[in-house]
């Protein structure tokens, strides 16, 4: 089992669309939880970290379940410039730093 | 913000040449840096730790006599893969970071093709 698991996707929508995108992970005593978003050939960059209390920033607001090890994404009135793949990422257990990503989520918003 | 700077951007090279990747932390010391690979429609997987002044970490199946990492002062840390092989062919990146609540810095990658 991948130690965070991601549907791969393709995600197509159409602009102004509502999208949803889940991750799970395996180790419990994870601490830290991120969204990164990787256009094609780029490096990752940072979108949003993610809390036991939820966050919002924007159009993209990011939910942590710690009992259910479940992470989300929701991005709201999709634009065309969200076309990316999304990346759910945590950090190793201890705090080393060691940060593991899933597989990523390829989201593609059309006209 | 934190910045890290990554060099080269791309680079090809023959079969059995190394090849030197440098990552530079610009406006922060960054006493540990990361150096991750991705294969096409993978994710980054984690190689090894690089930490300032000893040796680096690496993860299971990487082999450190093949990539080695050097990481002598605060803001500069490298990768050399030696004796490249097709197989090496892949897009490097490094990585650091302020604090682990902080997210990460990534370097803007470099594409190594082994030909």
């Known amino acids: 089992r991948k130690e965070v698991e991601q549907d791969p996707g393709p995600f197509n929508v159409p602009e102004g669309a509502t999208v949803a995108f889940n991750c799970t992970y395996s180790n419990s005593a994870s601490q830290s939880f991120f969204w990164y978003r990787q256009d094609c050939r780029k490096e990752p960059k940072l979108l949003m970290s993610?809390?036991?209390s939820g966050n919002e920033d924007g159009r993209f607001t990011a939910q942590l379940n710690r009992a259910s090890q479940y992470i989300s994404l929701l991005i709201r009135d999709s634009k065309l410039s969200d076309s990316a793949t999304y990346l759910c990422?945590?950090?190793?257990?201890?705090?080393?730093?060691?940060?593991?990503f899933g597989q990523g989520t390829t989201l593609q918003v059309k006209p | 913000g934190a910045v890290v700077s990554q060099h080269p951007s791309w680079v090809i090279c023959k079969s059995g040449t190394s090849v030197k990747i440098e990552c530079r932390s610009l406006?922060?010391?960054?006493?540990?840096m990361f150096w991750y690979r991705q294969f096409p429609k993978q994710s980054l997987m984690l190689m090894a730790t690089s930490n300032e002044g000893s040796k680096a970490t690496y993860e299971q199946g990487v082999e450190k006599d093949k990539f080695l990492i050097n990481h002598a002062s605060l803001t500069l840390s490298t990768l050399t893969v030696t004796s490249a092989h097709p197989e090496d062919s892949s897009f490097y990146i490094c990585?650091?970071?302020?604090?682990?609540?902080?997210?990460?810095?990534f370097g803007s990658g470099t594409r190594l093709t082994v030909v």
């Open positions: 993610v809390y036991s």
């Open positions: 990585s650091a970071s302020l604090g682990t609540d902080y997210g990460y810095t």
């Open positions: 990422v945590v950090n190793k257990a201890g705090n080393t730093g060691k940060l593991i």
């Open positions: 406006d922060f010391q960054a006493t540990t």
